[in-house]
């Protein structure tokens, strides 16, 4: 793993996976690695009513039913569509069922404006072709298809960037269960790639992208939607804020501690300007950041590595400040104003009520506006 910028899920936690393989006794649908019981205490962590001799950490944090409806329609022949705001973690539960269900997370397509349906179909090796014609072995499977082939899980990242044509030819594949391959149709070889017990294909959309590329009727009955909101609970925000920010600090190998005064200063930062948001009569009176709990660990993210390579090895509120306003003032003049407006109309009387780290907070973003201005 320390060869590796970002491991998957399936090698991060090869262990607890290998160990709860060893224990699960529990039915199991089609090929998968864990009963869905096992899949759902993988990624929600464990209880100590579950009875187990080792504890399991919890991986995701949200609500039990998101879970639990995720892995069963995962178990039945529908694919599974995981819709929010961005930040949401909707990437990261799928890469997580994905681990636990199959060991593979890493077959995944990333919708753009220039997916194609070779990208999720196939695509030629043209050298070989040239060679030899057309054939299996000249073929590049997609990873959608190699997810077909195996039993495992295919990823659609962003499904609804991806244009029209290229969700229609996803439809055939949900339906059907099966790709045509009609260049293989003269050549003797077999031209149809079937899909094995265990297949289906995880979808993520960002609701903010409503209007891009909208899912047509025939290819959202063919999904079970799952809504991920944003969460708003100060207790698990900071969970996950905290959990992130750990796995961070640990792949640096940073010896810096977060002091709790910051980590709430930071929360109610953001929970400040989503009400200021959701009050706001216009767009232009809202940043454009979706103030997720993901731009919250970029912000926290970014303060420490600062701190940890060009300040004191300790995090300061003024730091943090700098870095909220670096992070999330992308429009100028407009969100300049709006994190002003923030800074003199709420934290300035907050930092006047209860000082501490408020008052450092208060100076450090008005020096970061100030340098941006």
């Known amino acids: 793993m320390s060869d590796l910028l970002r491991a998957p899920a399936e090698i991060k936690y090869a262990e607890e996976l290998d160990w709860l393989e060893s224990i699960d006794d529990n039915p199991k649908p089609f090929s998968w690695r864990l009963s869905p019981k096992m899949v759902r205490l993988f990624i929600l962590g464990s209880e100590r009513s579950d009875g187990l001799d080792r504890e399991i950490s919890q991986k995701w944090f949200g609500d039990r039913s998101f879970v639990e409806r995720s892995i069963v329609t995962l178990a039945s022949d529908r694919g599974l569509l995981l819709i929010g705001d961005p930040g949401t973690g909707k990437s ?45 072995e000249s073929m590049i499977p997609s990873p959608i298809m190699t997810a077909m082939e195996t039993g495992a899980i295919g990823r659609f ?32 070889s077999d031209n149809i790639v079937f899909a094995k017990p265990g297949f289906s294909v995880i ?50 190998a ?3 501690e977060v002091p709790p005064t910051l980590l709430d200063v930071l929360l109610q930062s953001f ?18 950041s979706a103030l ?11 303060a420490v ?7 004191e090895r300790t995090l300061t509120a003024r730091t943090l400040a700098s870095s909220l306003v670096g992070s999330l003032a992308r429009r100028e003049p407009e969100d300049l104003a709006i994190l002003n407006k923030y800074l003199h109309g709420v934290v ?20 970061a506006i100030a340098t941006l201005s």
Request: proline residues 2%; aromatic residues 6%; negative net charge.
């Open 92 to 136: 990261w539960l799928a890469e997580l069922l994905s681990a636990a269900i199959c060991r593979n997370s890493t077959l995944v397509v990333q919708g753009t404006a220039g997916t194609t349906e070779d990208h999720i179909k196939y695509s030629w090796n043209v050298s070989m072709v040239i060679a030899k014609g057309q054939s299996r």
């Open 157 to 188: 990242e962003e499904l609804t960037r991806a244009t029209s044509d290229v969700q229609d030819a996803l439809i055939s594949i949900l339906s059907e269960k099966y790709i045509s391959v009609p260049e293989l149709e003269s050549s003797g």
């Open 203 to 252: 979808a993520t959309a960002n609701s903010r992208d409503r209007g891009v590329n909208d899912l047509s009727s025939a290819l959202k009955r063919r999904f079970n939607f799952v809504r991920i909101p944003v969460v708003t609970n100060k207790k698990s925000e900071a969970e996950i804020v905290r959990f992130r920010t750990e796995e961070l600090l640990r792949r640096h």
């Open 254 to 256: 940073i010896d810096l």
């Open 271 to 288: 929970a400040d300007l989503r009400a200021s948001a959701a009050a706001a009569g216009s767009d232009d009176e809202k940043l454009e």
């Open 292 to 302: 997720s709990t993901a731009e919250q660990i970029g912000v926290l993210e970014d």
């Open 305 to 311: 590595l600062h701190s940890n390579f060009f300040g």
């Open 348 to 367: 300035e009387p907050r930092s006047k009520e209860e000082g501490g780290s408020w008052t450092e907070f208060l100076e450090g973003g008005r020096d």
